[in-house]
């Protein structure tokens, strides 16, 4: 459990080199992720990192995760993901981190917009230097979905993965 009064007391100018570190971790995680570059996704993530999206979304390994978000999240699937207000603890080469997470998923074929918020609950470790995901998943605060064709002035103008 994270505790303030032990985070501001264990930190120091290293500690907060690596905090931003794994900022910075986290920020190419969800880069990657909603420009689908997975090949760069998975460098973000251990080999042997474990992921919890849901009750039936659980992943082991860095190739499950990798191959679920490459076949979910195709063309027709254009993703928002947005962390801010990380509480992040050192201990070493581990960390523990809690991110808060606004999310939107627009699904065109379909004319859906998710809409979303949760807490991330992050692990990781730096080997040979390179700090990497060893855990991760969320725990919803809301989700939502909502159809587009209840919208009528809603109109997709630009895609980056096929036509508006």
């Not at 992720?33 to 992921?51: I, N, Y």
């Amino acid at each position: 459990m994270f505790s303030f009064v032990d985070s501001v007391s264990s930190v120091n100018s290293e500690n907060l080199s690596t905090i931003r570190e794994i900022e910075q971790l986290k920020y190419r995680y969800l880069r990657t992720l909603d420009l689908k570059l997975w090949d760069e996704f998975a460098e973000t993530l251990s080999a042997d990192v474990s992921a919890n999206y849901g009750p039936t979304l659980t992943f082991t390994g860095r190739d499950q995760v990798v191959d679920f978000m490459r076949n979910s999240l195709g063309p027709a699937i254009i993703t928002v993901h947005q962390c801010h207000h990380p509480e992040i603890t050192v201990t070493g080469d581990t960390a523990h981190g809690t991110w808060y997470l606004e999310d939107k998923v627009i699904v065109t074929e379909q004319r859906l917009l998710l809409t979303g918020a949760a807490f991330y609950d992050d692990e990781y470790a730096r080997t040979a230097g390179r700090w990497q995901i060893t855990r991760t998943g969320y725990l919803r605060s809301y989700e939502a979905v909502q159809s587009l064709d209840d919208v009528p002035s809603w109109k997709l103008t630009a895609n980056r993965w096929g036509q508006p």
